[in-house]
């Protein structure tokens, strides 16, 4: 059984202009040990898929799933009491994940205090302890600092820390290298890597880059307009991706193309989250769609794990 | 470096704006309709009294010379003495300046005591029955003739339930029989420092309904204030991280949003008690409190206008030395500030 | 009227028909007193400090006034005051700050240095300070509370100039030689006159309640005109046996006074565009 399981999930939130739809339908399943991705372009429903599993969807969002289960308890009732016990967050933006005006030292503490009932002095070596185990040199430097006082790497390290000492072995991570240095970047990686071997952590990695996708993840899922269009292993999506937008997005990037040659852009924008989709939602930037693409839901097809949601024959992709 | 320079700069400009505050209250001193050697010569004056007066009074030399003594002398704190009891103003002013720091201070405390909680609720329950009951709240406050709450207050506490005494700083019992000593002017410390925990607990009580009347426009005003800068920072990426890690809601709302709110607090700090100094000229004289703002409308009715000027004067100087100090705090607090 | 409530809510209509209902009453004073020769100060000395009943439906005063008829009166006084006072008000602090604002340089240091000074006050005590130099009497209580609220608008004003000054058709003004005062009359004024307009409409609420202030401390009109603040004072010697001497027109002034709180509160929530707009 997936750690975790969503089938189907939607979330619209309501508003005087009619509904916004942030995730339409995202299937998700996530075994327990690995680093899932969920890639997208912005305004794809990934960061509110996330939002939604943490239950801190917006005030008054609908959501609504054929199956929305996290270690076999039902999101919808669960999910408050899982965040911050079960389920961690790393956000996108470190410099503003941490409190400007507290010290690192209270930040710490006011987490482990939240979830374990020990003496002062425990709890400060425990704080140490988990910030040695992010790769921080200086630990005991690091918890009399403030935020500002940081590097931003340093930060993202404090960061997940923090959702270290929650005790939660799932963990949400937004971003989390976008706000940093390539190559700082590149390090919270392999230190993410690393304690989901040692700690037996699981980690839904949310990125809008395949390299992140590449380098850190055992599997992906690919989201369109709040659609989950295909998932499957990082090897079989990144090297022979069935869906035209997977095919699109790989042919976006730097290396994709010739030395010199111009990005393939896509052409055409994402349908706006407040219409209505009957067919496939990339049909109005498909250089392959077919007639009915616009107008029915494109069936399921496979090869072993690797699914996605595609008219198109197998053999056409 | 910036910090210093701002620093210099705020401190440069309070002294300036003391100079502008001496100058103008020394103009109004001149439009005075009424003859200050008339009154100075004391009741039924003869034509020689008044010239008599007129020559101490030095009200003959030119003006410019005039304002360089008016000025020398509010510098010096020498404030000359009253036309009325001929008392020295000065001497006066040490035992009613404390009486009404001691109330301005404590209402200033009560008025973020009751403030920032409300608006801390208030924001943490935006939309709800919560937010419409501490904002219709606010506005209420803010919007109450202070002498008429004072008297509303009176009605209820010391009337009709009969907790707390209707005016004055001390019982009589206290004030006659066994006076405080007089240390700091201030009865709730002079007491602890004479170690008489009932000469405390009654300038206490004799403390409430005054402090509790200033405080409601400073309190309304804080608890808006603290809304809206805890509803923008409720909606920070910190916040909603903390959340995140589990925190509770308490937590996250006074010990992560509140300290960010720093800023707007310290500003109330300073407006409250800028109010509570200026309404203590109307209250005072409800609750018989023997403080500058009894003294100055005892003033104004005897048109004793040295009186007047030195009491305006006091004030001003308390209110622009409170706002340089609460500027400087802010721009230690936030070195942001320094920059604009 | 629907528009009305869908531009300021349910309380801030509510309150604009208040305070619409209160100049109809300073209006028509006359006509809708029960007693006219009271409410204009005429004593009625056998039915002093009668409790509220039918024939007088708040009670009277020491002199046997109907107080309602007191209150109504004085609604003049007091709507007049706080209108004069932000009039006046506006008569010193806009020239000040346009000029500041306009022309910049050591005219606006100067000027805003000078505004400052008068900030310093605490505002009350400086309206104190300058009422009791006047004496009291109606017109110069206003101008003791004009002298301590005028430099707000010379501040708004000369924010909203700072704006102006910037905008091309400004510029294309000055470089095409326009002088300085048709620039000013013509393209500045109009400009800050509106916002200004509003905030000195919603300040008549806060004005006359420092006039009514004053006038408890005995600096405001003079008897026999009626008037709230005094009113209140002079009922303080019957507190609380009489106490609806002092607590009509006390609870007349906080109505007033919170009818514009919640008006301007109203605009503000408008303008800011935080309204509840989204879910």
Redesign the interface.
């Known amino acids: 059984m997936p750690l975790l399981d969503i089938r189907n999930l939607s979330v619209s939130?309501?508003?005087?202009d009619g509904d916004v739809h942030a995730v339409r339908a995202v299937s998700l399943e996530i075994e327990r040990g690995e680093i899932h991705g969920v890639i997208g372009e912005s305004g794809c429903g990934k960061t509110m898929t996330g939002m939604a599993v943490?239950g801190?969807a917006?005030?008054?969002a609908r959501i609504v799933a054929d199956r929305f289960h996290f270690d076999g308890e039902d999101l919808r009732e669960r999910a408050a009491h899982l965040?911050?016990?079960r389920i961690?967050?790393i956000?996108?933006?470190p410099a503003?994940?941490?409190?400007?005006?507290?010290s690192i030292a209270r930040q710490m503490d006011?987490?482990i205090r939240?979830?374990r009932d020990l003496p002062h002095r425990n709890r400060r070596a425990e704080a140490i302890e988990l910030l040695a185990a992010t790769g921080l040199p200086d630990p005991e430097r690091v918890l009399r600092s403030y935020p500002h006082q940081l590097s931003g790497g340093m930060q993202q390290r404090v960061?997940i820390a923090?959702?270290l000492?929650?005790g939660a072995d799932f963990l949400i991570a937004d971003e989390p290298t976008t706000a940093l240095d390539v190559s700082v970047g590149a390090q919270v990686l392999a230190l993410l890597r690393k304690l989901v071997t040692e700690r037996g952590l699981t980690v839904l990695m949310i990125t809008h880059d395949m390299d992140v996708i590449a380098e850190a993840c055992d599997r992906a899922t690919v989201l369109y307009a709040g659609r989950s269009v295909e998932t499957g292993p990082v090897g079989a999506v990144l090297q022979s991706p069935g869906h035209p937008y997977t095919r699109a997005l790989l042919a976006a990037l730097p290396d994709a193309a010739p030395l010199g040659a111009r990005l393939a852009a896509i052409e055409g924008s994402i349908p706006p989250p407040r219409s209505v989709i009957a067919g496939c939602a990339f049909a109005s930037r498909c250089p392959q769609a077919l007639q009915e693409c616009a107008v029915t839901p494109p069936p399921e097809r496979n090869r072993a794990a690797h699914r996605w949601l595609c008219h198109l024959p197998e053999d056409a992709a | 470096m910036e910090l210093l320079r701002y620093i210099l700069r705020r401190t440069f400009l309070s002294a300036f704006v003391l100079v502008g505050v001496t100058f103008l209250v020394f103009v109004v001193a001149q439009v005075v309709p009424s003859d200050p050697a008339a009154l100075y010569a004391g009741p039924r004056p003869t034509a020689e009294q008044i010239e008599k007066a007129r020559q101490e009074l030095n009200l003959d030399a030119p003006l410019p010379a005039r304002f360089a003594t008016f000025a020398g002398a509010m510098a010096s704190a020498d404030f000359g003495i009253s036309y009325k009891s001929r008392r020295l103003i000065a001497e006066d002013l040490r035992a009613y300046l404390p009486a009404t720091l001691e109330l301005a201070i404590f209402s200033t405390g009560l008025a973020l005591l009751i403030g920032i909680p409300f608006g801390v609720i208030a924001a943490a329950r935006q939309g709800g029955w919560a937010d419409r009951l501490c904002s219709f709240g606010s506005i209420a406050a803010v919007a109450m003739p202070t002498f008429f709450l004072a008297m509303i207050l009176q009605l209820i506490f010391a009337q009709w339930l009969g907790i707390l005494p209707l005016s004055g700083r001390l019982s009589r019992e206290i004030a006659i029989s066994a006076p405080l000593p007089m240390v700091t002017g201030f009865n709730l410390i002079d007491a602890l420092i004479a170690g008489r925990l009932e000469a405390f607990g009654d300038a206490l009580t004799h403390l409430i309904l005054p402090a509790l009347t200033l405080a409601s426009y400073p309190a309304g005003v804080a608890m808006r204030l603290t809304r809206s800068a805890m509803i923008e920072i409720l909606e920070r990426r910190h916040i909603v991280a903390a959340r995140a890690l589990g925190l509770s809601e308490p937590r996250i709302l006074f010990g992560h949003a509140l300290p960010n709110a720093m800023g707007p607090a310290l500003t109330v700090i300073g407006l409250s008690f800028a109010y509570a100094l200026t309404g203590a000229v109307l209250i005072e004289i409800i609750f018989a409190w023997p403080g500058l703002g009894r003294y100055v409308s005892e003033a104004i009715l005897a048109k004793d206008f040295p009186v007047i000027a030195a009491v305006t004067m006091v004030v001003t100087i308390c209110y622009v030395v409170m706002n340089l100090l609460i500027d400087i705090t802010q721009a230690l607090v936030d070195p942001r500030v320094a920059l604009s | 009227m629907k528009k009305l409530v869908q531009r300021l809510g349910w309380p801030g209509t509510v309150a604009l028909i208040i305070i619409l209902v209160f100049v109809l009453v300073a209006l028509l004073a006359p006509w809708i007193a029960p007693y006219p020769l009271q409410g204009a100060g005429g004593p009625n000395v056998a039915a002093k400090l009668s409790p509220p009943s039918a024939d007088y439906w708040l009670g009277t005063d020491h002199l046997g006034r109907d107080i309602l008829s007191r209150i109504v009166y004085g609604t003049r006084v007091s709507l007049t005051n706080g209108m004069l006072i932000v009039a006046f008000s506006l008569l010193i602090g806009l020239p000040i700050g346009l000029a500041a604002g306009y022309f910049g340089g050591w005219i606006d240091e100067a000027l805003m240095r000078g505004t400052d000074v008068f900030l310093a006050f605490p505002a009350l005590l400086l309206a104190v300070l300058m009422a009791a130099a006047l004496g009291p009497g109606f017109l110069n209580s206003v101008i003791a509370v004009a002298v301590t609220w005028w430099p707000w608008y010379a501040r708004l004003a000369r924010a909203e100039v700072l704006v102006l000054r910037g905008q091309p058709y400004v510029e294309a003004a000055q470089l095409s030689g326009v002088s300085h005062w048709r620039i000013i009359l013509r393209h500045i004024l109009p400009a800050t006159g509106r916002p200004l307009t509003v905030q000195a409409a919603l300040d008549v609420g806060p004005a006359l309640l420092t006039a009514a202030a004053l006038s408890f401390l005995g600096l405001g009109v003079l008897p026999p005109t009626a008037d709230w603040g005094q009113m209140v004072d002079a009922g303080r010697k019957f507190f609380p046996a009489r106490w609806w001497y002092s607590a009509m027109p006390g609870l007349t002034i906080f109505a007033i006074a919170l009818a514009f709180s919640v008006l301007g509160d109203a605009l503000r929530d408008r303008k800011g565009g935080t309204g509840r707009a989204s879910a």
């Open positions: 939130i309501p508003t005087l943490l801190l917006p005030k008054g965040r911050g016990r961690g967050m956000a996108q933006d503003a994940a941490l409190n400007p005006v507290l006011d987490v939240a979830h960061v923090q959702a000492a929650t």
